[in-house]
């Protein structure tokens, strides 16, 4: 059985498709971006400002699935510059401690929605 979940914690889809889909014990979580979800703005200051807004979206998301941090199994990081890389590392290091890290893979790219610097998108676990 398939569930769809969205939480107004998190942006809502700016497209056609969900904040997260649930299949038995499996959540899978669309690419977020840095919207604040209590202004609809994007955050820009910087990559770091930036990386915070999308890891506390996508902490949001699994919380609303019944999911968390620690259950998350996988997840690709998109920049626009690898040049990012390191200080990006360092932000998401507060939110994936190293006992508990997913799988990851980190890919350059050209352009992002909204002309973003950074995306992630996810997969976990409910149990």
Excluded at 61 to 84: H, P, Q, R, Y
Aim: avoid cysteine; glycine fraction near 4%; charge should be negative.
């Amino acid at each position: 059985m398939k569930t769809i979940v969205n939480t107004p914690a998190a942006p809502m889809p700016i497209g056609p498709y969900n904040q997260s889909v649930v299949i038995g014990q499996l959540v899978f979580i669309s690419g977020q971006i840095a919207i604040d979800p209590s202004t609809d703005e994007l955050v820009l200051d910087n990559i770091e400002a930036e990386t915070h807004q999308v890891l506390k979206n996508l902490k949001a998301i699994l919380e609303a699935t019944g999911s968390s941090l620690e259950k998350v199994a996988k997840v690709t990081v998109f920049v626009k510059d690898m040049n990012m890389f390191g200080r990006i590392n360092t932000v998401y290091a507060e939110y994936f401690q190293a006992e508990f890290a997913p799988a990851r893979e980190l890919v350059q790219v050209s352009e992002l929605p909204k002309f973003v610097n950074i995306e992630i998108s996810a997969i976990a676990h409910t149990t």
